[in-house]
């Protein structure tokens, strides 16, 4: 939202300020019955009044100055946020006189209006603050709080990637603003976000220029959250590998792999949505790379390692949008550059996924073919975090096939695996031990034998020991203790944990927890009349689950 900044401070409330306050909360009452969202009426109260985004939001809300700061200083837990009334209203004169608002305090306020912590802010002034700023700044997003804001999965381009198909594009080129092979990649809303991020991203116009040049050969306005992870360094040396201008050294590669890992941990808070398209950009550039320059072979081993990894974790975002075909494409490509590089740990884990995935479709043949797979490239590895998730894909293929017995062993060898790691684990097994990955993985197993307990108990302990970082993981252990408590017709307490994996969908785009919804709502269409029900079908809607 542009407005312009605050002209002048509003001191603790005037009469003429009080009335303007009641004024605001009339409207924003009359178009909150119209289901507008708190972002659409701080749209129209900046029509009306030349302030700053904050005090739009603020008004918007209809509340004073005292009743915002106690409730942002209610929202900390550690009873450490000291605003002050004074200080608020600093902060929304900003930037033509006052105090700039830091990045803690606007993700607070981001909290109490319901809202992005980007919107409170202009692009001038988004563009003062560090890049670690940003980044937290651009993380603060509450609109899932707000029950009229509309979900949306942002989909995205859809590609087919391998080594051969990208391997030699047609000669070197320098990436241009709109160079036609990403402009293609992109739509045009795409482009316009991007243009609009990266003004606000950066005022010097050298540095405008290359995070665009970057951008666009890295998915889009999604990778500007990768590039602030690389100093400039590291952006100097990529963008001379995207331009085809300078030779892959040991630097370059190491700042891939850099990008590789940030990718994970996006996923584990966004979904694909936000992470496909840069993961896929990434490995055409490094399927690029691998047909066009000569390397050493050292280096070019860990290229073809980075080229596998980015395979591998681009079947596994398409398999989390339900996109199958796409998804064991992208697995076949990267285990055919796994077996290159030998990696047995890596090839392992690539069927270890292709198991979980057949098995999430019902089909446990494919899963079991995958699972001895897994097996036998296991022996071959030195991990032991590997070895757990192969044990629990082969239990949750057992009990997909009635195999109860079986399947509860593989939990008992999942878990005694994953509390032993060696001291040489791969990074990209991080989530086995950080997101208590067996005890999710475990629900799946439980919830297939019918054990209602068992997967209840199990998803209670993971979800008190996530971190806040694992959205999925969060979402799925709720859907998992509802499905547990709907078989024990405990409907009102089924009814909140599904309700509350609803809102984490507002903020997460995997397809699977939309089809786990659905498959948990099936069940409870016994009890379709009743109020607690009727409650969580108003909010599935809302997010377009059917």
């Known amino acids: 939202m542009q407005v312009k900044a605050g002209s002048r401070k509003e001191r603790p409330m005037s009469g003429e300020g009080y009335a303007i306050v009641l004024r605001c909360r009339s409207w924003s009452e009359a178009l909150r019955a119209k289901r507008f969202t708190w972002d659409q009426i701080a749209d129209v109260i900046a029509l009306v009044h030349e302030v700053g985004p904050l005090r739009c939001y603020r008004l918007a809300h209809g509340r004073t100055a005292v009743d915002v700061v106690d409730e942002l ?5 550690a009873g450490t946020a000291t ?35 980007r919107n409170l802010l202009t692009g001038e002034v988004f563009a003062t603050y560090s890049a670690h700023d940003r980044d937290v700044i651009d993380r603060a997003d509450f609109r899932h ?7 949306s999965s942002c989909p995205v381009q859809q590609q087919r990637v391998s080594m051969d198909d990208e391997a030699h594009p047609g000669g070197p080129r320098r990436v241009t603003a709109r160079s036609a092979a990403e402009a293609a990649a992109l739509s045009v809303e795409s482009c316009t976000a991007l243009f609009r991020a990266v003004s606000a991203e950066e005022a010097d116009m050298k540095r405008r220029e290359l995070l665009l040049e970057l951008s666009l050969a890295l998915g889009g306005a999604p990778a500007l959250a990768l590039l602030r992870q ?65 390397l050493l072979p050292g280096l070019r081993a860990r290229l073809v390692h980075a080229y596998a990894e980015l395979a591998q974790l681009a079947g596994y975002l398409h398999y989390d949008r339900l996109d199958y075909p796409a998804a064991e494409r992208a697995f076949d490509a990267g285990l055919e550059a796994a077996h290159e590089t030998g990696d047995a740990v890596l090839v392992a884990y ?65 878990k005694s695996w994953a509390d032993r790691p060696t001291s040489i684990e791969p990074p990209y097994l991080y989530w086995v031990r950080e997101s208590r990955g067996m005890e999710g993985a475990s629900c799946f197993v439980y919830t297939a034998l019918g054990n209602a307990r068992k997967a209840a108990d199990t998803a209670a302990s993971q979800l008190k020991a996530l971190g806040s970082g694992y959205t999925r993981e969060r979402a799925f252990g709720l859907i998992h203790h509802g499905m547990a408590l709907i078989q024990s017709k405990e409907i009102p307490a089924a009814t909140a944990k599904l309700s509350e994996a609803v809102t984490i969908m507002r903020t997460h785009s995997s397809a699977r927890l939309a089809h786990m919804l659905t498959q948990a709502r099936q069940r409870l269409e016994p009890w379709s009349d009743n109020a607690h029900v009727r409650s969580l079908d108003e909010r599935l809607r809302s997010v377009a689950v059917a």
Not at 362 to 382: C, I, K, P, S
Request: aromatic fraction near 8%.
């Open 73 to 77: 200083n209610a929202l900390d837990p």
């Open 83 to 117: 605003l002050r009334e004074g200080r608020l209203y600093d902060f929304e004169a900003w930037p033509a006189a006052g105090r700039r608002p830091t990045a803690r305090v606007l993700a607070l306020l981001a909290q109490v209006y319901q809202t992005r912590a």
């Open 145 to 151: 709080l707000d029950p009229f804001q509309p979900f």
């Open 230 to 294: 690389l100093d400039p360094d590291e952006e100097a040396r990529l963008a001379r590998v995207v331009r085809a201008q300078g030779r892959v050294d040991a630097e370059t590669v190491a700042t891939i792999e850099k990008l590789i890992a940030r990718c994970r941990r996006l996923d584990d808070t966004y979904g694909p949505a936000k992470v496909l398209s840069v993961v896929e950009a990434q490995r055409k550039l490094v399927a690029r790379l691998l047909g066009t320059q000569s």
């Open 350 to 414: 690539i069927h270890h996924w292709h198991s979980w995935m057949a098995a999430f479709r019902g089909d446990a043949g494919t899963a079991l073919d995958h699972a001895f797979a897994t097996q036998g490239w296991t022996r071959r590895g030195g991990s032991d975090l590997v070895r757990a998730c192969n044990a629990v894909s082969s239990a949750w293929a057992h009990g997909l096939a009635g195999q109860a017995t079986e399947a509860l062993r593989g939990l008992e060898a999942a």
